[in-house]
């Protein structure tokens, strides 16, 4: 049986731990060869890239760096030929008060968040219009959708990765390149394990399926909308929340 993605080209930013690490290997188990893009490899990467067989690449690049951000995926798409999926996942948090926010914790979250996605899948979207097929995949979060107190910049940059996604799945329909997003719940992460146990308690009881989301379920989500599975579908965000917002 043919595999998902088989034959697929796919870069995946924020890719070495928590969700990025269970997307790339979702991708790969369905035939994908994968870019991997973080700020430092992971210290398990020889033993991933000898388990991928070939099919696992990766890219150490600083997001933050805006800068340099288009020539570096330019000259990554001249060395592959294209990508077939893009998955804009890269994402940082400077937690605290508006009030007291300082502006430069404000917009460096911006930065990595919106503005790294946006000119990434600029970037990697000319070519996608150029072969006239294509999935951007950008990482929102139920934050975006519905705010959170103390985290007015990463809410502000997950709400408009949600615009970002709406507005380029209307000019990019017409080419056959779908770009949609995933707005993650609570998911046992990093960021998520240092939530205190009682306030993920609290959590649970506002969530239907009463537990917190594992990376994998957001990376079912990723390989629907990268497949061929979801060829009808753009300009969605799709929440994976445990029905935390019915």
Known sequence: MKKLLEGKKALVTGASRGIGKAIVE????????VWGLSTREPADLAERTAAAQGRL????ADLSQLSGIEALVEG???E??????????????KDGLAFRMSLEDFQKVLDVNLTAAFLIARTVGRE???KKAGSIINMSSVVGLHGNGGQANYAASKAGLIGLTKSLAQELASRNVRV???APGYIVTDMTEAIPQTAKEKLMDHIPLKR?????????????LASDMSA???GQVISVDGGMFI
């Open 180 to 182: 949609n997003a995933i």
């Open 212 to 224: 917190l989301g594992q990376p994998e379920d957001i990376a079912q989500a990723a390989l629907f």
């Open 80 to 93: 592959v030929g294209g990508f077939d999926i893009l998955v804009n996942n890269a994402g940082i948090t």
């Open 232 to 234: 009808y579908i753009t």
């Open 26 to 33: 979702q991708f790969l188990a369905e035939g994908a060869e």
């Open 128 to 130: 996608m219009i150029r």
């Open 76 to 78: 990554l798409q001249k």
């Open 57 to 60: 690449h990766w890219v150490v």
